[in-house]
Protein backbone atom coordinates (compact mmCIF):
# COMPACT_ATOMS: atom_id res chain seq x y z
CA UNK A 1 0.00 0.00 0.00
CA UNK A 2 2.44 2.27 0.45
CA UNK A 3 4.46 1.90 -2.36
CA UNK A 4 1.25 2.79 -4.38
CA UNK A 5 0.57 5.69 -2.45
CA UNK A 6 4.30 7.13 -2.45
CA UNK A 7 4.39 6.72 -6.04
CA UNK A 8 1.07 8.55 -6.51
CA UNK A 9 2.30 11.20 -4.13
CA UNK A 10 5.66 11.88 -5.02
CA UNK A 11 5.87 10.43 -8.49
CA UNK A 12 7.18 7.21 -9.96
CA UNK A 13 11.11 7.78 -9.77
CA UNK A 14 11.44 8.01 -6.38
CA UNK A 15 11.23 4.16 -5.63
CA UNK A 16 13.48 3.34 -8.68
CA UNK A 17 16.92 0.97 -7.99
CA UNK A 18 15.92 -0.70 -4.97
CA UNK A 19 14.61 2.25 -2.95
CA UNK A 20 12.27 1.27 -0.11
CA UNK A 21 9.52 3.14 1.43
CA UNK A 22 10.77 5.44 4.73
CA UNK A 23 8.81 6.34 7.36
CA UNK A 24 9.93 9.65 9.35
CA UNK A 25 7.34 9.34 12.34
CA UNK A 26 7.76 5.51 12.63
CA UNK A 27 4.12 4.57 13.09
CA UNK A 28 3.57 1.68 10.67
CA UNK A 29 -0.40 2.84 10.33
CA UNK A 30 0.69 6.22 9.51
CA UNK A 31 -0.92 6.76 5.77
CA UNK A 32 0.03 10.97 5.59
CA UNK A 33 2.28 11.09 2.82
CA UNK A 34 4.58 13.96 4.20
CA UNK A 35 5.81 11.33 6.64
CA UNK A 36 6.71 9.12 3.99
CA UNK A 37 10.43 9.17 1.61
CA UNK A 38 12.18 7.00 -0.27
CA UNK A 39 15.58 5.81 0.58
CA UNK A 40 17.61 2.51 0.68
CA UNK A 41 17.01 -0.50 3.04
CA UNK A 42 20.37 0.33 4.65
CA UNK A 43 19.89 3.74 6.34
CA UNK A 44 16.39 2.58 7.16
CA UNK A 45 17.82 -0.15 8.92
CA UNK A 46 19.82 2.20 10.89
CA UNK A 47 17.09 4.53 11.61
CA UNK A 48 15.34 1.76 13.23
CA UNK A 49 18.60 0.67 15.42
CA UNK A 50 19.01 4.58 16.18
CA UNK A 51 15.59 5.32 17.40
CA UNK A 52 14.29 1.81 18.87
CA UNK A 53 15.69 2.55 22.50
CA UNK A 54 14.54 5.85 22.55
CA UNK A 55 12.72 6.49 25.70
CA UNK A 56 8.81 6.56 24.85
CA UNK A 57 9.26 6.45 21.10
CA UNK A 58 7.43 4.33 18.96
CA UNK A 59 9.87 1.63 17.88
CA UNK A 60 10.17 1.19 21.68
CA UNK A 61 6.72 -0.07 22.78
CA UNK A 62 6.55 -3.16 24.42
CA UNK A 63 3.72 -4.38 21.89
CA UNK A 64 6.19 -4.09 18.91
CA UNK A 65 4.73 -1.74 15.89
CA UNK A 66 1.99 -3.99 15.02
CA UNK A 67 0.79 -4.18 18.24
CA UNK A 68 0.68 -0.30 19.13
CA UNK A 69 -0.83 -0.04 15.46
CA UNK A 70 -3.89 -2.43 16.68
CA UNK A 71 -4.10 -1.13 19.97
CA UNK A 72 -4.00 2.55 18.70
CA UNK A 73 -7.15 1.40 16.25
CA UNK A 74 -8.83 -0.64 18.84
CA UNK A 75 -8.79 2.63 21.22
CA UNK A 76 -10.39 4.65 18.06
CA UNK A 77 -13.08 2.43 17.77
CA UNK A 78 -14.04 1.76 21.47
CA UNK A 79 -14.09 5.80 22.05
CA UNK A 80 -17.02 7.88 22.77
CA UNK A 81 -17.25 10.46 20.39
CA UNK A 82 -15.78 13.32 21.02
CA UNK A 83 -12.96 11.29 23.32
CA UNK A 84 -10.86 9.74 20.24
CA UNK A 85 -7.85 11.66 21.49
CA UNK A 86 -7.52 10.81 25.13
CA UNK A 87 -7.89 6.84 24.19
CA UNK A 88 -5.12 7.62 21.81
CA UNK A 89 -2.80 9.33 24.57
CA UNK A 90 -4.33 6.28 26.69
CA UNK A 91 -3.44 3.36 23.91
CA UNK A 92 0.41 4.94 23.55
CA UNK A 93 1.22 4.96 26.98
CA UNK A 94 -0.38 1.55 27.82
CA UNK A 95 2.95 0.34 25.64
CA UNK A 96 5.36 2.14 27.65
CA UNK A 97 4.59 0.49 31.26
CA UNK A 98 7.34 2.61 33.16
CA UNK A 99 5.72 5.63 32.34
CA UNK A 100 8.46 6.41 29.00
CA UNK A 101 6.23 9.47 27.17
CA UNK A 102 6.41 10.27 23.49
CA UNK A 103 4.18 13.39 21.83
CA UNK A 104 0.99 12.27 20.65
CA UNK A 105 0.62 11.39 16.63
CA UNK A 106 -1.51 14.91 15.89
Known amino acids: MHIFSVAQHHGTDVLRDGAVVRHTCDETSCQNPDHWMAGYRLANIMDFQAR ?13 AAGRAVAVRDAILAAAPGTEADAIAAALAAGHPFGDHQDTLW
Open 52 to 64: RNLSGHALADVRS
